[in-house]
């Protein structure tokens, strides 16, 4: 059976309360910024966009196999690429 992104997402918030609170404080360091698109490269799970905030759509890409958007759009407000260059 496969399951869609909203639900996988649901089950992350669900289950992860300790990535809850390290997207909050990445959230918070990027909401100067007031982005309404954001690719996450290299999202992992996908718990950033998974905590993400009302309002900014979030796309992401791993090259693990989780459910992920992929890069549909040529330009993005912000590009976070959190625990992938070390």
């Known amino acids: 059976m496969m399951y869609d992104l ?3 997402e ?3 918030r669900l289950n ?3 990535s809850e609170e390290i997207c909050r404080i990445r ?3 990027i909401e100067g910024l007031k982005p309404k698109t954001v690719l996450d490269y290299g999202s992992g799970v996908g718990w ?3 905590w993400r905030p009302h309002g900014v759509e979030v796309w992401t ?3 693990g196999k989780y459910p992920q958007t992929g890069i549909p759009l040529q330009t993005y407000d912000v590009l976070c690429l959190w625990d992938v260059l070390e």
């Open 48 to 50: 950033f966009r998974a």
């Open 10 to 12: 649901r089950m992350l």
């Open 61 to 63: 890409y791993d090259i």
């Open 6 to 8: 909203e639900y996988y």
């Open 16 to 18: 992860s309360k300790t």
């Open 27 to 29: 959230w918070k360091w």
